[in-house]
Structures are given as structure tokens and as C-alpha cells.
């Protein structure tokens, strides 16, 4: 896809992140303030950093974010931010919670994981579900009760069985419009609070 070198382009520049969907993130914790200092941070779909970054700038040095992606990241947090432990790993292996246990358990897990789009909206979607889906069964097993789990997932048919889907795992979920998304988008971000526990 075409970057648009719109607003949120160049400020994610100015601000030294590399990617514009910093913003996506920040909103939402503006908003509902589910990162705390001190927390354990999960960044699932990590790459190419900027939630990590911002992720580490919330829970300072008292916290750690753990990004996984199946893309390498070279960066680093800023002085004060908790460190970033970055890992190579495909989300659909079997043995992925196990190869986190010296992590467990997070306070939050995000994931802006997204499908190579391939112009077809239903196939996109149903990728996007399937990513999403497993997004949530990480979070169920690696939050602590009371976690928290923002995700990303395309507009679609099964989008409301898989808001249901959080809303039973979670107290409380909200559905978020980033005013950063692009108007065309069909991203939203579904946001869980207050994990029931296992």
C-alpha cells in the first residue's frame, strides 16, 4: 500500500517512531489509561516498533515490554522507558506460551497484528479474525485477572461474534475508532478491560 504522507506520517516522524500507528495506541490510552507504570507489557505483531516504544515510554523503567513479531526490530527505548525484549516467533506455534514462561504473567497484551491484505474484503477480514482470534487466546493465557488487551481487527461479518467473544472473557469492552485510522479503513480496535481470569 501507498504511504500517505499525511498528518499523523510526519508527526510520527518528528517524534521518532517508526511507524504512524504510534497514534492508534496512544488514543485509546489517552482514553481508557490501561497501561500503568510498573506493568507488563505483551506487543503482539510488534513490528516495526512504535507500540513497543510508546508501550515502554507508559510503564517506564519499572516495566518491560515484550514485543514478538516475525520481523526483526532494531530499536531501542528511550532513557527512562522500560526495556523492550524483542522475539522472533510466529504467533501460530505451539509451543509460544511456553516459550514466554520466564515472562508471565502480563498486566496488558496489545496486538496490531494485521493480514497481507490481497484486496479481497471478506478473505482480508476473515485473516484478520483468524489473527485476532488468536490474539485473544494468547491474552487468555498469558494476562493476569484484571489484564487488559487491545486489539486490532477488520470490520466484517464475524466481527460480532468476535467482540462477544471478548466480552466474555473481559468485564468490560469497548469498540475504538482511532481518529488516526484513515477514513477508508476498515481497521477498529476492540478493547478489553479487566480481565475474568482463566
Known amino acids: 500500500m501507498k504511504k500517505v504522507q499525511d498528518y499523523y506520517f510526519k508527526k510520527a516522524k518528528q517524534e521518532n517512531y517508526p511507524a504512524r500507528s504510534i497514534y492508534k495506541l496512544e488514543e485509546a490510552q489517552q482514553k481508557h489509561h490501561f ?4 506493568d507488563k507489557v ?3 505483531g510488534c513490528h516495526p516498533g512504535s507500540w513497543s516504544l510508546y508501550a515502554a515510554k507508559i510503564v517506564g523503567a519499572g516495566g518491560v515490554v515484550v514485543g514478538v513479531d ?25 509451543g509460544f506460551i511456553s516459550l514466554l514462561a520466564d515472562s508471565l504473567p502480563f498486566q496488558v497484551v496489545i496486538s496490531d497484528l494485521a493480514p497481507k491484505t490481497s484486496g479481497n474484503k471478506f478473505t482480508d477480514h476473515l485473516k484478520s479474525i483468524e489473527l485476532s482470534r488468536r490474539a485473544l487466546a494468547i491474552a487468555c493465557r498469558s494476562l493476569c485477572r484484571g489484564g487488559h488487551f487491545y486489539c486490532k481487527v477488520f470490520q466484517g461479518e464475524d466481527f460480532p461474534d468476535f467482540v462477544n467473544e471478548v466480552r466474555q472473557s473481559f468485564s468490560k469492552t469497548k469498540i475504538v475508532k482511532p ?6 479503513s476498515r481497521e477498529v480496535f476492540v478493547l478489553g478491560l479487566e480481565f475474568r481470569g482463566r
Open 42 to 44: 505483551l506487543d503482539l
Open 70 to 94: 516475525l520481523q526483526k526490530s532494531n530499536i531501542a527505548a528511550a532513557a527512562g522507558a522500560a526495556r523492550i525484549e524483542f522475539i522472533r516467533l510466529d504467533i501460530f506455534d505451539a
Open 35 to 38: 497501561m500503568k507504570p510498573g
Open 179 to 184: 481518529k488516526s485510522s484513515r477514513v477508508e
